[in-house]
């Protein structure tokens, strides 16, 4: 598809208090920076500050010579990059008619179709026999019934929220001698580590912190090093400026001793990906489990997008067990960058940033085969 005019990028985001009024501004501020070097202009705005009558947004642009955002009114964007990010469902409940107009404009296209939560997306992923050995099998919790069942099945399960990001409100149940022992954190991405002694109590407890939220189960996985520290190894898969999918990079998240999850934000640490496996495993599992995740990079964008519908990046969250079994935990269509930072790996942040700005350029110039 190539766009006939209004060559400039919108990046659409919720607002935020502060000035800008909006979260990311150091990738938005490198993605302008790129855009303005090839010829393609970005704004950023909120959804709900279209004015469709006008055809026009209130909307802020980076100015490098002030080294400062400047907010200004600009026609409305034909090209939109979704960079979205809902804290709950309440939240993404208000902007969804906004986010959906513009969706729906004809004269408007998106840049990628963002995935929606994750039962949705293991139901895009699960139908591909390729693909099916490395997701953990995962079910909707609706009832108690369901608890019952994955816990009679599982022994130790793991809750997670159907929509939720970083962490947040993924619970971990483990049986142990005098009832079962909870691991995990709030939905406030707070610390929850206690015991409650019986099996009435976990589910009259569960339906309690579940009631204003869908979540899914899935059995628990022991996904951490010898010395008990949970990892996973983030992969950022993207549009180049051919339209086709490069993996632009990847990185070892681990969390802190004995905690439950190795997300950055619940205070993990990132490490260079090949380094960490030869430190953890053998020359050949390295090799084996490098060969898996190489894989899974090529099969999971286009089984996505072939059930789905067009996707501009996507990031995935890689587990390996303690039989170093290689699971696809988590796919995201709105990924983060700050991890490159944290490994030293600039140039493939660089490029983290260089390629949504090339496969947009192309909707307007046509494919370019590299670095413009």
């Not at 990028?9 to 990311?24: R, Y």
């Not at 986010?99 to 963002?114: F, K, N, Y």
């Not at 142990?176 to 009435?200: A, K, M, V």
């Amino acid at each position: 598809m190539k766009l006939p005019e209004r060559n400039t990028l919108g990046v659409i985001t919720c607002k935020s208090k502060g000035m800008p009024p909006f979260l990311e501004t150091t990738y938005f501020q490198q993605l302008s920076h790129e855009g303005l070097r090839m010829g393609l202009p970005v704004i950023v705005f909120s959804p709900m500050d279209v004015d469709w009558k006008q055809r026009k947004v209130s909307a802020w642009h980076w100015q490098p010579k002030r080294r400062a955002w400047t907010a200004g009114t600009h026609p409305l964007p034909s090209l939109i990059y979704d960079r979205c990010y809902y804290t709950n469902s309440r939240h993404y409940t208000r902007y969804k008619p906004y986010v959906e107009r513009l969706a729906q404009d004809p004269d408007v296209h998106l840049l990628g179709r963002p995935l929606g939560g994750k039962w949705s997306t293991y139901q895009l992923l699960e139908p591909n026999p390729s693909i099916r050995p490395h997701l953990p099998p995962t079910s909707k919790l609706v009832s108690s019934r369901d608890l019952e069942q994955a816990l009679d099945h599982y022994g130790s399960i793991l809750i997670k929220p159907n929509g939720g990001s970083h962490g947040r409100g993924v619970i971990a149940l483990v049986p142990f001698d005098h009832g079962y022992n909870i691991r995990g954190r709030t939905l406030r991405n707070q610390p929850l580590h206690f015991s409650l002694p019986t099996r009435t109590k976990i589910i009259s407890w569960v339906q309690e912190i579940t009631a204003n939220t869908r979540y899914i189960i899935q059995p628990y996985l022991s996904l951490v090093t010898a010395d008990d520290r949970p990892f996973d190894i983030r992969i950022l898969v993207q549009k180049n400026g051919s339209g086709m999918w490069e993996t632009t990079g990847s990185a070892v998240r681990t969390g802190k001793l004995h905690s439950l999850t190795s997300n950055l934000h619940g205070g993990g640490k990132a490490e260079r990906t090949l380094s960490f496996l030869q430190q953890h495993f053998s020359e050949n599992t390295t090799t084996r489990i490098t060969h898996t995740i190489e894989s899974l990079s090529t099969m999971v964008p286009r089984q996505i997008e072939r059930e789905h519908g067009r996707l501009v990046e996507l990031g995935l969250d890689i587990g390996v067990d303690r039989s170093n079994r290689v699971w696809l935990l988590e796919v995201n269509s709105k990924p983060g960058r700050s991890v490159f930072l944290l490994t030293g790996e600039k140039e493939q942040r660089r490029q983290s940033v260089l390629l949504p700005v090339q496969y947009a350029r192309s909707f307007f110039f046509g494919p370019t085969g590299g670095s413009v």
